[in-house]
């Protein structure tokens, strides 16, 4: 049962323009929200995150918007650069099971010249 | 540079045969997190290790153990390979409670295993 869901497996973007990743979950009961970015041969690395009471976290070029009625997530690049080329995961965590990450399947985002 | 270290990068082997991988957490982080990727899939949650003691346990087969030393590093041994098993193994490393409310994970490398 997958409960985090990238339904893009890649997503192709000119370069300056807006990059929207999708997210879509199940559980309602999640806590919070994160963004991982991953390079080809590098480990995953931490984005952004949203906490479950909140609808809007913007740092810098990202922003990640919750949309709960929908439960649906997503991460607004703005303006895209080339150094965004990469896989981006949706993962949650429910605090009551340690804190465990669940996945999404990835997006891999392309920023063309 | 996470500050996760992962042994090692690349790991060829055969059907039915057992690797052991290995990981140091970042400086000071007590738990530890084994994941498996597979082609074009998340990143699976194995388990997971604090301080010594398993916490954790995701959907690892069990064919496949870990622990952690008194040094905080961890093994990650995989016996009676499959084809199937060839993936990506991350492991991640992350203080008990950050204080951001969650346990933000450091990732490395990753280590390719490839059973043929």
């Known amino acids: 049962d997958q409960q985090v869901k990238q339904n893009s497996p890649s997503l192709s973007v000119q370069e300056g323009r807006i990059s929207i990743l999708n997210c879509d979950y199940t559980?309602?009961?999640?806590?919070?929200f994160l963004w991982y970015k991953k390079y080809p041969a590098e480990g995953p690395t931490f984005l952004i995150s949203?906490?479950?009471i909140k609808d809007k976290n913007e740092d810098g070029r990202f922003t990640v918007f919750l949309n709960k009625s929908a439960k649906h997530l997503s991460l607004h690049i703005v303006p895209s650069q080339p150094g965004d080329s990469a896989v981006y995961f949706c993962?949650?965590?429910?605090?009551?099971?340690?804190?465990?990450?669940?996945w999404g399947a990835g997006t891999k985002l392309i920023i063309k010249p | 540079d996470s500050g996760v270290t992962q042994t090692p990068k690349h790991l060829i082997t055969a059907t039915g045969q057992r690797v052991t991988l290995r990981c140091s957490p970042r400086?000071?982080?007590?738990?530890v997190y084994w994941y498996q990727q597979s082609l074009d899939q998340g990143l699976q949650f194995l388990i997971q290790?604090?301080?010594?003691?398993?916490?954790a346990k995701g959907n690892i087969l069990e064919r496949f153990s870990a622990q952690q030393f008194p040094d905080l590093h961890s093994e990650l041994n995989l016996s009676s390979l499959e084809l199937g098993d060839s993936a990506l193994y991350f492991c991640?490393?992350?203080?008990?409670?950050?204080?951001?409310?969650?346990?933000?994970?450091?990732f490395g490398p990753g280590t390719r295993l490839t059973v043929l």
């Open positions: 991640a490393s992350s203080v008990e409670v950050g204080t951001s409310g969650y346990n933000e994970q450091f």
């Open positions: 400086s000071g982080d007590l738990s």
């Open positions: 290790y604090y301080n010594g003691e398993e916490r």
């Open positions: 559980n309602s009961m999640f806590d919070y």
């Open positions: 949203i906490s479950s």
């Open positions: 993962a949650a965590i429910l605090m009551d099971s340690n804190y465990q990450l669940i």
